[in-house]
Nanobody
Framework: QVRLVESGGGSAQAGGSLRLSCVGTYSSACMGWFRQAPGKEREGVASINSLGTTTVADSVKGRFTISKDNAKNTLYLQMNNLKPEDTSIYYC??????????????????WGQGTQVTVSS
């Protein structure tokens, strides 16, 4: 059973930075970060496949970077120039097979418990 554990969430001022970590990656076809704000649907933020190819959502392009350290079994999301609209619960997810894009929630097989990110103006 795959277990994913996120950390690194918290509070930040607009324009600030946070780095999320997800321990427990494995030899998956794709790892990704999703987020869900109150009253909104869960959305894909960024993904990285087994070859290291990354994709990021337009809403965070140029501000967020996804990466992974296979030796540490850790997935990262570096978030810079944070905005209040980035406030959400962020989830790490993995899919055992298939392509990273499009990032559809139902295509991911394993999920972390989520970590809260709150950005104040």
């Amino acid at each position: 059973q795959v277990r994913l554990v996120e950390s690194g969430g918290g509070s930040a001022q607009a324009g600030g930075s946070l780095r999320l970590s997800c321990v427990g990656t494995y030899s998956s076809a794709c790892m990704g970060w999703f987020r869900q704000a109150p009253g909104k649907e869960r959305e894909g933020v960024a993904s990285i496949n087994s070859l290291g190819t990354t994709t990021v959502a337009d809403s965070v392009k140029g501000r967020f970077t996804i990466s992974k350290d296979n030796a540490k079994n850790t997935l990262y999301l570096q978030m810079n120039n944070l905005k209040p609209e980035d406030t959400s619960i962020y989830y790490c997810a993995a899919r055992a097979y298939g392509l990273c894009t499009p990032m559809r929630e139902d295509d991911f097989h394993y999920w972390g418990q989520g970590t809260q990110v709150t950005v104040s103006s």
